[in-house]
């Protein structure tokens, strides 16, 4: 059953990249070192025969764990990827935490134009958090970078097609539907390497990774994936509860999201 389930949400994910690249002339994709990011890259290379066509972006803030660095570096020179990093400055903004939030979403935008990028692939899910399960498999952004999730087309009979004018950009989402033990199931299964700050040292770990000012570790003593999903299967607490904007109100998160944050 775990088989034929991951079967069927890797073959969405492989339409919609394939779909995206087809149907885009300047497609990129966002990754963070982060379990998804890195699930949806792995997707990406059976979809195109292990080569991503796409340049993938790191937005970096400089205060990423040396541990991400490492992990960045190694997997860029293994999957040969084209790797985009773009800076983003810490400065005080909207949610209060100035490493993040809107702060990397100006360092997107200033990349994004000038690369003339106009579709971004980013690896959220559906059930990570409330303003996100109102995404669409392929989403417009306008040349803002606002999302109207309140006025968004419905995605009928597969049919993902979406109007993009001159400074607009879609958003796909490959991973909507996967959750985290689906995701932690496909890297299991096919062996996709895994930031080390996922596994537990002395009694602690990070179930989801974002800078070293941001994120805090939560009390675990799995040390390798099959642990992990045990753990999972027994957990009461929310995925992002180490991740400090996430504890903000649903308002902050949907204003972030509504002017283009990942």
Same mark, same amino acid.
């Given at each position: 059953?775990?088989?034929?389930? @991951? ?10 990249? =394939? ?13 963070? &070192? ?6 949806? @890259?792995?997707?990406? =290379? ?7 066509? #796409? ?13 991400? %660095?490492? #992990?960045? !570096? ?19 903004? @909207? ?6 939030? $809107? ?13 003339? #990028?106009?579709?971004?692939?980013? $690896? ?12 669409? %498999? ?5 040349? !803002?970078?606002?999302?109207? %999730?309140?006025? +968004? ?7 993902y097609s979406s109007k993009i004018e001159e400074g607009e950009h879609a958003r796909i989402h490959p991973l909507l539907d996967w959750n985290e033990i689906d995701v932690w199931n496909y890297t299991q299964a096919e062996k996709i390497p895994v930031n080390p700050l996922y596994f537990s040292r002395n009694g602690f770990r990070y179930?989801? @990774? ?5 994120? $805090? ?9 099959? +642990?992990? &999903? ?10 992002? +509860? ?7 109100? !649903? ?9 283009? %944050?990942?």
């Open positions: 059953m775990i088989k034929q389930n @991951l079967s069927l949400l890797e073959e969405r994910s492989i339409f919609l990249l =394939r779909e995206a690249v087809s149907r885009f002339d300047n497609v990129a994709a966002l990754w963070s &070192m982060g379990k998804d990011s890195t699930a949806m @890259l792995a997707v990406a =290379r059976k979809a195109f025969v292990s080569k991503i066509p #796409f340049p993938v972006i790191h937005i970096d803030n400089g205060i990423d764990f040396p541990e991400t %660095y490492e #992990f960045r !570096d190694l997997l860029t020179k293994k999957w040969k990827l084209d790797l985009i990093v773009a800076e983003s400055k810490i400065k005080k903004e @909207l949610s209060g935490f100035s490493c993040c939030g $809107s702060n990397k979403t100006e360092a997107l935008k200033k990349i994004m134009k000038e690369q003339g #990028f106009n579709a971004l692939i980013v $690896s959220i899910r559906r059930d990570e958090h409330g303003i996100r399960s109102k995404e669409r %498999y392929v989403s417009k952004r306008n040349k !803002d970078f606002k999302w109207d %999730y309140k006025n +968004q087309k419905a995605e009928l009979w597969d049919d179930r989801s @990774l974002g800078c070293t000012h941001c994120t $805090s570790m939560i009390k675990s003593n799995a040390k390798n994936i099959p +642990q992990i &999903m045990a753990e999972l299967k027994v957990s009461t607490t929310e995925e992002r +509860q180490g991740r400090d904007q996430d504890k903000e109100k !649903d308002y902050v998160m949907s204003k972030l999201r509504a002017l283009g %944050y990942m």
